[in-house]
């Protein structure tokens, strides 16, 4: 209901809103088909293009707030998607993804497990941590202290991952990207610094490498 009026739902919606969903799947299928990498781009981002145009023109009838909305969730889901499961961002010439390997480039010392660039780990921290902060500022519901309490745990055993592997591969506390640190920090405050203090305490607990190689030596 708006403004007191039921909103009619066109007839061409719903096989606009179908035929929207089948190019999505198309496209989230695209690395699948037995054609070059390159033409899996070209059909990856067509598919969610005509996706895209198609989803956002099937909610029209519902207002230019709602088309707006939808347009940019499935952007974001179809970058969000090229960036970590393909090869297919390319941005100035260069694949973009969190992982090494993709991108053909050479593994810096301190990458994680030579695959995931520090730069990369940590600002996917402080994403998570916006994103598990913001909730707390948007919760007006009983029922939406679930999403606060997801993000927090989610962000929690994140920075506990990422405390683990500083200390074990013998770096420092975030491997020196202090920005992005500082940012999840802040954006912690309103989970009470909860993923904060999973990281550190995951950082001291854990040996680091050459720690343990003098343990197994020294057993008998």
Not at 116 to 123: G, I, Q
Not at 125 to 153: E, H, R
Not at 155 to 174: E, N, Q
Not at 191 to 203: E, G, R, S
């Amino acid at each position: 209901m708006t403004n007191g009026l039921a909103i009619v739902v066109p007839e061409w919606s719903r096989p606009m809103l179908i035929t929207g969903l089948a190019f999505a799947f198309v496209g989230l299928l695209a690395d699948t088909y037995p054609v070059s990498p390159t033409a899996q781009g070209r059909i990856y981002w067509a598919g969610w293009g005509l996706a895209t145009l198609l989803l956002t023109a099937s909610v029209a009838h519902d207002g230019w707030r709602t088309a707006v909305l939808v347009m940019a969730v499935l952007v974001f889901i179809a970058v969000l998607l090229a960036y970590f499961r393909t090869s297919h961002l390319k941005i100035g010439g260069r694949i973009r993804s969190p992982y090494i390997a993709r991108t053909g480039e050479t593994p810096p010392p301190d990458a994680y497990r030579g695959n995931v660039l520090p730069s990369t780990a940590w600002w996917a921290a402080a994403v998570f941590a916006v994103a598990g902060g913001g909730f707390v500022f948007m919760a007006d519901s009983p029922s939406d202290n679930g999403f606060v309490i997801a993000c927090g745990a989610i962000t929690s055993l994140y920075l506990a991952g990422l405390g683990h592997l500083d200390k074990a591969d013998g770096f420092p506390v975030a491997r020196t990207q202090y920005v992005p640190l500082a940012v999840t920090v802040a954006a912690c405050i309103p989970l009470l610094l909860l993923p904060v203090a999973a990281y550190f305490a995951a950082y001291w607990a854990s040996p680091r490498k050459s720690d343990a190689n003098e343990d197994s030596r020294e057993a008998p």
